[in-house]
C-alpha cells in the first residue's frame, strides 16, 4: 500500500477494528466509472420521464376532433391522471423503503412505457383513459425513486454538483419531445398523434432495461435494513469498476456490520408509529413545515408560469413561441451556476436557495411593472435562469434531509402535497389571466415566491458536507 493510501486511512481508522460510517465508504470509492454509469443510468431515466412533459398539451386539439369531445371532457385526463399519479407515488415509495430500489424503480418506468405504447391503439376516449391511468401510476415513481438511488451511490462531496446537472438532460429530453410532436402530429393529420404517443414511449424501455441491467441495489439501503453481506458484495463492485481495492480499508476478515457505525437522527425505530410521520417528529417538524413550504410555492409559481407564460405574452404583444423558448432556454446556465454554489463550501444548499428565490421575485416584479419589450423579455429569460434551477436544488435537499429507511416516502410526501395544491392553484393562476390585466399574475407570482423566501430563511438544516442519515 502507498504512504499516500495509508495517510487517507489514518484519520478513519480507530484501534484493532475500523470503524466507519457508509459515507466513510462512499467518499473512499470515490467518483468514478460507476457513479458515471448510475448518472446514465437515472439520466435516461429522468428523459423518458420528461419526453411525457408535452403529450397532453400536444395532443390535446387532435383527440378532442377524432372523439368529438369537449374541451371540459378532455381535462379530465390531466385532472384525473394527477390523482393515479398519486397513488402510485404512495405505492411505490413505500415498496422502494420496504424492498429495495432495484424493482419499484425498474416497475415505474415500464409501466410508462407500456401504457404510452398501449394508448396510441386505444378505440376510444373511454379506453384511452383507462390506459393513461395505469402509465401515470408510474409517473410518479421516477422524481421520488431516481434521487434517491443516484444520492445513495455518491460519496458526499459531488452529491450537489452531479444531481444538479442530472436536470439538463431532461431539458435536452423536453425539447426532443416538443419538436417530435411538431414533426409528427401535422405531417401525419389522421393518426399522427398516435405516431407521437408510440414514440415518446420507446424511451422508457430503453430505461427500464438500464435499470435491470445495472443492477446494484443501494448498499445504503442494504446496511439499513440488516443485510451486510449484500452491501459489502455491491460496495466491492463499486470499488473495483473505480479502481480502488475495498480491502485496503475493509479488513476482509471483520465483518461489515462490525465496522458500521450508524449516522442516526435519534429516532427509535422501535416505535409503533408509522414510519412516513418520523418526519413530524421533534428533530424534523420545523424542518419539514419550512420545507413543505418552500416545495408546494415553487413547484406552484414554476407549473403556472409554464402554464400561463404564452397568455402572458400574448397580452403584452410579444411573439409567445418564441420568448417562452428563450426564456426557458434561461434555465440551463441556471444549472450550471447552482452546480457551482451548493458545493461552494461559504454557500452551501440554502443560501443558494434564498439567493435563487430573492432574484426570482426581483425579476417578476420587473416583468410585472416594466413596459419595454426587451426589458419584458430579459426579465421572463432571468426568472427561468433563477427559478427552473431551484427544483433540482429542492431535489437534492429532500433527499439529504431525512434518513434513508423513509427517503423515498418523504419525497413523495412532500409532490403528493404539491400536487394537493396543484390541482386548485392552476385554475386561479387561468383566472388571474383571464383578467387581462398584465401585471397582475407576475405580481401574484412574486409573492408566492416571497413567501417561499421567507420559509428558507427560517430554514436552518444545512446538508452541504453532510453524511445521510441512516438510522439501523
Known sequence: MSVQKDEERAPLLGGT?????????????????????AYVMVGLTYMAFSFETLLFALISLKVQDEWSISAVQYANLPALTCIFNILGG????????HYGRVWPYAISVAMIGVGGVASAFAPDYTTFLLIRFFASFGVMGVPILAY?????????RNRGRVLALLTLLPALAVCASGGL???LIPTYPVHGWRYFTAAIAFPSFVAAAGRILFFYESPRFLVSQGKFTQ?????????????????????????????????????????????????????YIRRTLCLSVVYVCLNTGYYCTTVFLPALLTQLNLNPYFTSFISILGQIPGIFLISILTEWPCVGRLHTLRLMTFFTVVFFLLFAFVRNDASISVSGIMIYFFMAPMLPLMYTILSESYPTEIRAQALNFFNTLSACFGLGLPYLGGYLVEQGIPWLF???????????????????????????????
Not at 404512495?90 to 423503503?97: F, N
Not at 442516526?264 to 416505535?271: A, F, Q
Open 17 to 37: 477494528v475500523p470503524r466507519f460510517k457508509v459515507d466513510d465508504i462512499l467518499n473512499f470509492i470515490g467518483f468514478g466509472p460507476f457513479q458515471v454509469a
Open 90 to 97: 404512495v405505492v411505490l415509495s413505500y415498496l422502494s423503503d
Open 148 to 156: 434517491p438511488v443516484l444520492i445513495e451511490f455518491l460519496p458526499v
Open 181 to 183: 410532436g411538431w414533426w
Open 231 to 283: 452491501a459489502r458484495g455491491v460496495l466491492v463492485a463499486m470499488a473495483r469498476m473505480n479502481g480502488k481495492r475495498l480491502g485496503d480499508l475493509l479488513p476482509e476478515r471483520v465483518p461489515l456490520q462490525d465496522m458500521i457505525i450508524p449516522d442516526s437522527d435519534g429516532t427509535d425505530r422501535g416505535s409503533s408509529l408509522p414510519k412516513l410521520l418520523t418526519i413530524f417528529s421533534r428533530p
Open 442 to 472: 407576475p405580481s401574484m407570482a412574486a409573492a408566492l415566491f416571497a413567501i417561499q423566501l421567507m420559509a428558507a430563511l427560517i430554514l436552518n438544516h444545512e446538508t452541504h458536507g453532510m453524511s445521510l442519515l441512516d438510522n439501523f
